[in-house]
T-cell receptor, first 113, second 114 residues
Framework: DTGVSQNPRHKITKRGQNVTFRCDPI?????LYWYRQTLGQGPEFLTYFQNEAQLEKSRLLSDRFSAERPKGSFSTLEIQRTEQGDSAMYLCASSLAGNYGYTFGSGTRLTVV | AQSVTQLDSQVPVFEEAPVELRCNYS??????LFWYVQYPNQGLQLLLK??????LVKGINGFEAEFNKSQTSFHLRKPSVHISDTAEYFC????????????FGTGTRLTVIP
């Protein structure tokens, strides 16, 4: 069990560029979650997958955001046409269905300049 | 809708002193409650959780929390803190089994003073 792995750890991008983050969950976990955390705030739910199916999306997930989990393993979160307001820590977590409490990764810190 | 209020944004406490971090929630349904800790530049780690049963929940690192339904609270306590407890602490609530969607508070920064 190597935990939840997120890459990259830090990303600096210019406004208007596209960025993609990757999350590798704990291998036996079938649920995967994405959260966003801005400075001074708690994490906010973005979306979650059970296996490869995206089952819920927050209204925070605008049409510039897209998440995938092909084959129910790793997941990617893409932000198109980044804006300065997208600057945040993007956290990934995984769990087994029916298990309470996630395992979080260390996050990807995005800075849009 | 669920919401979580952490009343104290910062709590300084001397080493070996007791500490209580406060959390109140609002929900119209049965809830599942969690406390997470976040160390600098790290992800969140689950400290403890309340799902049902005994209202006093014991977690890792000597922390415990008490679920109080009448006061809609889930305060976190530790009888004697250590320097290594310095971190950000988040209370979270879910109204569904499996915690598909957790609602987090804004966090409490615990600083342990030597």
């Amino acid at each position: 069990d190597t935990g939840v792995s997120q890459n990259p750890r830090h990303k600096i991008t210019k406004r208007g560029q596209n960025v993609t983050f990757r999350c590798d969950p704990i291998s036996e976990h079938n649920r995967l979650y994405w959260y966003r955390q801005t400075l001074g705030q708690g994490p906010e739910f973005l979306t979650y997958f059970q296996n490869e199916a995206q089952l819920e999306k927050s209204r925070l997930l605008s049409d510039r955001f897209s998440a995938e989990r092909p084959k129910g393993s790793f997941s990617t979160l893409e932000i198109q046409r980044t804006e300065q307001g997208d600057s945040a820590m993007y956290l990934c977590a995984s769990s087994l269905a029916g298990n309470y409490g996630y395992t979080f990764g260390s996050g990807t810190r995005l800075t849009v300049v | 809708a669920q919401s979580v209020t952490q009343l104290d944004s910062q709590v300084p406490v001397f080493e070996e002193a007791p500490v209580e971090l406060r959390c109140n929630y609002s929900s119209s349904v049965s809830v599942y409650l969690f406390w997470y800790v976040q160390y600098p530049n790290q992800g969140l780690q689950l400290l403890l959780k309340y799902l049902s049963g005994s209202t006093l929940v014991k977690g890792i690192n000597g922390f415990e929390a008490e679920f109080n339904k009448s006061q809609t609270s889930f305060h976190l306590r530790k009888p004697s803190v250590h320097i290594s407890d310095t971190a950000e602490y988040f209370c979270a609530v879910s109204d569904r089994p499996g915690a598909n969607n957790l609602f987090f508070g804004t966090g409490t920064r615990l600083t342990v003073i030597p």
